[in-house]
């Protein structure tokens, strides 16, 4: 078992900057590939980023790609996202996930899920 807490979501405005962290407790954290999703008010959860579990195996959604860099630090049992240029449109509940294979893009593929972090952008 794998459990995961973010933190760090909250209220900016449009063009700011927000961190978002993600702690994993339990089973080896740095055994698994870590993904960032998000679902805003009544749509479905979808994918924004996702790490290997070396770090060396990237994957952004095109909405994010050149705005959001995911990172981990093993040492720490923490992966990252660092959102900047942040759009109304970005406004969601930001939800990390643990898979023990490669990195994903697919909800489905992911084993274990945080409870999730608000983020909310203004215009």
């Known amino acids: 078992q794998v459990q995961l807490v973010e933190s760090g979501g909250g209220l900016v405005q449009a063009g700011g900057s927000l961190r978002l962290s993600c702690a994993a407790s339990?089973?080896?954290?740095?055994?698994?590939?870590m993904g960032w999703f998000r679902q805003a008010p009544g749509k479905e959860r979808e994918f924004v980023a996702a790490?290997?579990?070396?770090?060396?195996?990237?994957d952004y959604a095109d909405s994010v790609k050149g705005r959001f860099t995911i990172s981990r630090d093993n040492a720490k049992n923490t992966v990252y996202l660092q959102m900047n240029s942040l759009k109304p449109e970005d406004t969601a509940v930001y939800y990390c996930?643990?898979?023990?294979?490669?990195?994903?893009?697919?909800?489905?593929?992911?084993?274990?899920w945080g409870q999730g972090t608000q983020v909310t952008v203004s215009s």
């Open positions: 339990g089973r080896t954290f740095s055994s698994y590939a």
């Open positions: 790490i290997s579990w070396t770090g060396v195996r990237i």
């Open positions: 996930a643990a898979r023990g294979f490669t990195i994903s893009t697919r909800t489905y593929e992911y084993d274990y």
